[in-house]
Every structure is written in structure tokens, then in C-alpha cells.
């Protein structure tokens, strides 16, 4: 997200208490935007699609065939989506505007080899006994997903946030009508709706980068070379997201939580919903989080490596250096307070939201547990997203290799402890990486000088 502090400055340079709301609003928007059409679109589907003529069990196949969708997806496009925006972010701090759209190009391609590879695979043997249609459908949602990410997040790269939004609004609310109208068909109608909506919103990003880089050259697999992208970021891409997935993957599968859904995909309907209630609970929080972050700690990251470069005085360098820290731990501290009103809001509301909907009161000990996971998660990101500014891969991906240990380890003890115990796996798993980052960073922060000067 590196250079949305530019547009958040402008609205904070206001001064005043509707211009903060402005900026807050605004960051919420770009960081949870995407991620919240998607959730509400697919939704929406269900709820609509009940007791009209599809039957429950058709949309509750249709919802778990579009979770493993994104999951699968996003695990597989994790190492390009950050290893390529770094390489696009090196080829224009270098302008070479010209590199953009063919290595672009290029990993559109490669991703769709790649895609559609896995893709065919899986089509002939975990869902061979399935009708061709929906392991057809399930092929395209995949190859399209796939490609989706990596187009949304070069574009984020690129700094176009809002028409990132724009086109995410379009993509799932022509989903939305698609899927409506193709209800008849049962499961087979409502997933070719979701292609359908998908279709739409990469062809908008297609032609968003088509627009905004013209180049002579169509296709470069220049990012491909040897020392062209970075492994660790690599790592790290796939590492996060496996780390996300694996505790609802281990819930999905187990024999005392998860039930059978279609064909090899299964669910866990007491911990899947708790913790989708949940993830809403850290909008407030993605908001402080890029607010602070993007804003306060860039301004000084940027006056003390300029002072670096231009051969500032050490007073200076120090004095701009503990600035910097100060606006790190400010910030962090700003996020962990929302996010703390946040968690105390969803304790106060939470069986009133449940008696709404009509659910059990039994889940709400595991949706406190997971709303708690869920702040975790957003001070993990900004603690994360700090030193990727430090550009600390090595300290990234160790931490992002910790977390899928401890998860994997602390999830799978969890469910074998009992009910009582349900989430507290995916929440412990993240107080100890958090922990470790804060370790990890305030030696960083007490070792920089030193560091940004004797290991150039």
C-alpha cells in the first residue's frame, strides 16, 4: 500500500475533525473495499437464493465451492503477488515505465499456465466423480481468480486504490444479478454467475493497466531471471496465506468438526461462521492501521534515509531515527485502541447480532475468542508491512514461517481439547508471532544506524 499516505496527507492537512473522518472512511475503503464487496456479493447470493428456488443445500454448496476457490487461489498466486510488485516497484523507481505492461503480460500468462495446470489436475481426480459442468465452472472460477489477484494488486502497487474498489463493485454486483437470473439452474447457475461476475471485473483490470501503460512490447518474462525477484518475498507470499487458510482447512477436515459438502470439499459450520463475524470486526482497525502507518511513520522513514543519502549530521540521522520509532509505537499502539473498541463492541452486540440472525448462542465463546484473533492479525500486518519498508525480507518471511507452525501446531491441539478450546489455536498462533515481531522489531529499530550504514 506504499504511497496512499500521499492522498491521506492531503485530507489530514485539512485540519479538522471531518477531515479525519474523511481519511479514516477512506482508508477503510481502500484496505477492506475489495475484500467486502467480495463477502457481501457472495452473500447476498445465498440469502437471496433461499427458499426462492434454489434449495439450502445448493447454496450452501455453492458458498463452500466459492471459499476453497479463494483460498486455493490465493495461496497459489501468493509468491507473484508480492515478488512481482516489488519488481514492478524496482523497474519504476529505475523508470523503466516500458518494462510495465509486458512483464505484466508476463505474469498473466505464467499465472494462467500455472492455473490452469493445477486446475485440470484436481478437474480428473478430487472432483472426477462430479458433472462436467461444475467441475468446468469450478476450472474457470479458479484460472480467473487467480489472475484476478495478481492484476488487483499490481494495480494497488500502482496506487490505482479506488478504481481497484470501483472495479471490485462492478465485478461482484454483476455476480450478484448474474447469479440471480441463473438461480433456476440450482448450484450450476449460481457458480456460473460467479464466473460471469469474475470475467467482468478482470477485464476491467485488463484494460485499466492496457490505459495506463502502453507498450510496443506485448509480453517480457523478464521477471523471471535469475536475481529478478526476491525468494524471500516469494516465500513469504505463499507462507502468509497458507498461514490464513490452515486453521480453517484443519477444521474443515477433521472428523469431529468438519461435515461433507461436495464431492472432496468439506466445512465446519461451528467455527466457519464465528470467525467470518469476525473478520468484519477489523475494518476499524485496517483503517487506523494504513491511517498511521502510511502517514506519520512514511513521513519520518522518508526524512531519515534522505538524511542518510544527502549526508545529514548523526544528530540529525538520530534525531529523525527516534522520531520514526516514535510514530511506529504511536501507531501501533493507535491500532491496537480501535481495534480494542472494535472487540469490545462485538462483546457487548454480539448475541443481539446472533439473535437477529437467528443464531445459536452457543457460538458466541468462539466468535470473542476469534474477533480477539482478529485484532491480532491487523497488529501482526502493520508489524509486517514496517519492515517491509525496512525492507527486512529475511525477518518477514521468519515470521510468516512461524505462524504456520504455530498455528498448524496450536489449531490441531485445539480441536483435539474440545468445544472449549475451538479458536484458541488460530489466536494463540498469533499472539506469539506478534510477540515475536515486537521482539524482532525493537532490536531493528535499536540497531538501524548502525545497520543502514555498514551493511550497504
Known sequence: MAGIGFELRKILDRDNYA????????????????????????QMIGFLSLSVIVPKVAVEQFQVSVTYLLAASLIVTGPLQLGFTRYI???????????????????????????????????????????WAYRLLMYSG????????????F???????LAVVWLFGIGYGTTVIAALLLRPYGLIG??????????????????????????????????????????????????YNIGIWLDKV?????????????GPLQASPIYDFPIFLAYLSIIPGMAAFLVRIETDFVEYYNKFYDAVREGGSLDQIETLRNEMVFTIRTGLAEIMKIQGLAILATFMLGDRVFAWLGISPLYLPLLYIDVVAAGLQVALLAILNVFFYLDRRREVLLLSGAFVVTNSA?????????PSWYGMGFAGALLIVV??????????????????????
Open 155 to 161: 494495480l494497488s502497487g500502482l496506487k490505482k486504490y
Open 142 to 153: 479458479f484460472v480467473l481468480l487467480c489472475l484476478v489477484w495478481i492484476a488487483a494488486i
Open 19 to 42: 477531515s479525519l473522518l474523511q481519511a479514516y472512511a477512506y482508508a477503510g475503503l481502500i484496505s477492506a473495499g475489495p475484500w467486502i464487496l467480495s463477502i457481501i456479493g457472495v
Open 89 to 131: 516497484a524496482d523497474r519504476l523507481f529505475q523508470k523503466n515505465d516500458e518494462m510495465v505492461l509486458p512483464n505484466f503480460m508476463g505474469t498473466q500468462v505464467t499465472t494462467l499456465i500455472i492455473a490452469a495446470a493445477i486446475g485440470l489436475v484436481l478437474a480428473f481426480t478430487a472432483f472426477a466423480g462430479l458433472s
Open 435 to 456: 510477540c515475536i515481531g515486537m521482539a524482532i522489531l525493537n532490536d531493528t529499530l535499536d540497531r538501524l544506524e548502525y545497520e543502514t550504514f555498514m551493511l550497504q
Open 190 to 239: 449460481l457458480l456460473g454467475g460467479f464466473v460471469i461476475g469474475h470475467y467482468v471485473l478482470a477485464s476491467g483490470l485488463w484494460f485499466l493497466v492496457l490505459r495506463h501503460y502502453p507498450s510496443k512490447q506485448l509480453i517480457s518474462i523478464d521477471f523471471l531471471k535469475r536475481g529478478r525477484m526476491y525468494p524471500a518475498l516469494l516465500g513469504t507470499g505463499l507462507l
Open 250 to 262: 484443519l477444521f474443515w477436515y477433521a472428523p469431529s468438526t468438519g461435515t461433507k459438502v461436495i
Open 410 to 418: 496450536l489449531t490441531i491441539w485445539s480441536i483435539e481439547a474440545g
